[in-house]
Structures are given as C-alpha cells and as structure tokens.
C-alpha cells in the first residue's frame, strides 16, 4: 500500500487557478469514489476540503473542487488566494484502510 | 460543539509504553469509525488505521500491523493508539479523526521518544 503521488510544489498568483494531481492504482483512487483532499497549515491539524471526489463539506469555500479520471484524482483551487497558501494531501480508500498522499506544497506568489 | 480531544504531550524513554486517547463529544460517538494518522517532522501525513466504534472492527495499514494496537471504549467516547515498546522513530505528531469522510479531528498529541 504505496502512498498517492502529488507534485511537491504548486504555485499561482493571487486570482490564479492551479491543479494538484494524485495518482493512485485500481485499489485505490481507481477502485473507488471515495478519494478526499485535506487542507494543512503550519502546526495545525488537516482541514476536510473534498469527500467522495467532488463533495464538499459545510462550509468550505466553492473555490475548491473535485474530480477525478481513472487513477488519478485533481484538486482545483479557483481564483487563489494568501490563505490558500497550506500544504495539500489527497486521501483515497484503499481495499481495508485509507493511504494518503505525498502531499504538495501551495505557495502564493 | 462536535469535538475530538486528544490527551497532551508526552516524553518517553526508548523501550517504555504509551497509550494515548482521543474523546468524542457533540455526536454520537458510536456510529463512526475514528482512524489515527501519523505526521513525523516535517514529513506527511500517513494512515495508522481505524477502528469501527460499534463493533471494535479494526483495520491496520501495513506498515504500522503488529507496531500499535487501536482501541476504543465507546461507554466514555474515547479511542486509543497504544504502544508496548516505544523506539525512537515513533517520535511525532499523532493525530485522531471521525465522523463521515473524517471531517473532525483531533488537535494532535506530540510524542517524544528519547534517552
């Protein structure tokens, strides 16, 4: 049970958009629509942005989106913003358990 | 308010025991699973495993089966992450999360392992 691959860093301006990918196999992101995205900043715990691919929780901004296209499930952060600036992880169900990914780093220029 | 507790900072020796907890509150503590996760130094965030809190179903990732034992005590809404012989690379911030897609969790408890 390997971790999902995310690109280390991804960077935008302010009004930008970006996308953070995660790639999986068919036991995990592929196998299920059950792929979630977490927000971290600094010396806080993960934040629930995206649940079930493209759901998102009471609360969380609209500029967070969700999709997914067979291995690989993508995190779209619309109109960036200085407090979008976190570090990103996508999660995904795996046969038993759960496996997250390697996380990205967002910064804001 | 819908909130996981976790118990507070710890120092160990190398070769010690530790359980740490996390309590549910404002929900109800039963109908979800509560996983444990991981967060060295710097490092990402990694799934230990969950535990169904009805039933006490518990699942173990790989890499941690055989080096932690999840419970949980559903009478007091509390679930635990225990060890019989702490090393030094258990040194790290461990956090607890439940309800639905893990939307709650806890505010994380920072082990130190170290002679």
């Known amino acids: 049970q390997s971790a999902l691959t995310q690109p280390a860093s991804v960077s935008g301006s302010p009004g930008q958009s970006i996308t953070i990918s995660c790639t999986g196999t068919?036991?995990?992101?592929?196998?299920?629509?059950?792929v979630s995205w977490y927000q971290q900043h600094p010396g806080k715990a993960p934040k629930l942005l995206i649940y079930?691919?493209?759901k998102r929780p009471s609360g969380v901004s609209y500029h967070f989106s969700g999709s997914k296209s067979g291995n690989t499930a993508s995190l779209t952060i619309s109109g960036l913003q200085a407090e979008d600036e976190a570090d990103y992880y996508c999660?995904?169900?795996?046969?038993?358990?759960?496996?997250f990914g390697t996380g990205t780093k967002v910064t804001v220029l | 308010e819908v909130q996981l507790v976790q118990s507070g900072p710890e120092v160990k020796k190398p070769g010690e025991s530790l359980k740490i907890s996390c309590k549910g509150s404002?929900?109800?503590?039963?109908?979800?699973?509560i996983g444990w996760v991981r967060q060295m130094p710097g490092k990402g965030l990694e799934w230990m495993g969950i535990?169904?809190?009805?039933?006490?179903?518990?699942r173990y990732s790989p890499s941690f089966q055989g080096q932690v034992t999840i419970s949980v005590d559903k009478s007091i809404s509390t679930a635990y992450l225990q060890w019989s012989s702490l090393k030094a690379s258990d040194s790290a911030m461990y956090y607890c999360?439940?309800?639905?897609?893990?939307?709650?969790w806890g505010q994380g408890t920072m082990v130190t392992v170290s002679s």
């Open positions: 999360a439940s309800r639905g897609a893990f939307d709650t």
């Open positions: 404002g929900y109800n503590f039963s109908n979800y699973w």
């Open positions: 535990i169904n809190v009805a039933d006490s179903d518990t």
């Open positions: 068919s036991s995990d992101v592929g196998g299920y629509n059950l």
């Open positions: 079930e691919v493209t």
């Open positions: 999660c995904s169900y795996a046969t038993t358990s759960y496996v």
